[in-house]
């Protein structure tokens, strides 16, 4: 024991056979002897793998946790858009990158368009059976319109739960529109998988096509809320100034590389919902 530490200073050592069983008997010991979570500090001689493992932990448990070295952005949910967003644009606008950020509720229609359930609206989309290729979207959301003005009723259905549901198969497609329309009209022209030539493209374009995709994730809080904010930060910088027009994957790669960042630790006061 170092004898520099203050008289009453406990020691405890403790083994686990992994980080999350590890951070795991942190809050175990620290419900154990009623602390509150701003009494506590945790210090890693890594903090990029603990405070991945440390935030995917917390954010089930709905223990407010700050970083001082900030939370990897692929962490937060702002995050994992933007990644999906330029896999989507890079792999042909595959639709099963949508289909998994609608499950997650990571893509949200404006609230003008109802109060759709995340796993409705991911079951609707993949009915669609939209594959890839962005001029697929656009197709099928407007003939699964038109179908919907050709609906019958069932047999055994009435009136009134015939007519409720065809609301609610309308409002689905349109809430799935509300979404999606916008940021494909915002990308820019860029190359089709299976063709090997394109126009040029910058990587302020992109930015543009991101923004509004990100128009649809919503804002959360803590890291989540910080994550956008930063996001935000880094687009309007690249947008401004990186207009240089170049191959559509450098273009991209110059995007992922700006947006390789760490959400910023709370500040105090700055989140009313933190610790």
């Known amino acids: 024991i170092d004898p520099g530490l203050d008289e009453g200073v406990e020691l405890a050592f403790f083994s686990a056979a992994s980080i999350d069983s590890e951070l795991r008997e942190v809050f175990r010991r620290v419900v154990e002897r009623g602390l509150s979570w701003d009494q506590v500090e945790i210090v890693a001689v890594d903090g990029r793998t603990y405070g991945s493992a440390l935030h995917a932990i917390a954010s089930r448990l709905g223990i407010p946790v700050t970083y001082a070295g900030g939370l990897p952005i692929g962490r937060t949910r702002t995050g994992r858009v933007v990644q999906a967003y330029l896999d989507w644009i890079e792999e042909g606008f595959h639709s099963s990158l949508i289909r998994r950020l609608l499950e997650a509720g990571d893509l949200r229609p404006p609230k003008s368009r109802g109060n759709h359930a995340p796993a409705a609206l991911a079951r609707r989309f993949r009915s669609l059976r939209v594959g890839w290729g962005r001029k697929r979207y656009r197709a099928q959301i407007r003939e699964a319109l038109k179908g919907v003005d050709r609906m019958e009723r069932g047999q055994t259905e009435s009136v009134d739960g015939f007519e409720r549901r065809r609301d609610r198969v309308r409002g689905e497609i349109e809430a799935i529109r ?98």
Do not use: C, Y
Request: charged fraction near 35%.
């Open 178 to 275: 509300a979404i999606l329309f916008p940021p494909l009209k915002a990308t820019p022209a860029i190359p089709d998988r299976m063709v090997d030539g394109a126009d040029p493209v910058s990587p302020a374009e992109i930015a543009r096509g991101l923004r509004s995709f990100l128009r649809r994730v919503p804002r959360g809080r803590g890291p989540d809320r910080r994550a956008r904010e930063d996001v935000s930060r880094v687009l309007e910088r690249i947008e401004a100034t990186l207009n240089r027009r170049t191959e559509f994957r450098s273009a991209v790669s110059i995007l992922r590389r700006h947006l390789d960042i760490r959400v910023r630790p709370e500040i105090v006061g700055d989140d009313p919902d933190g610790a």
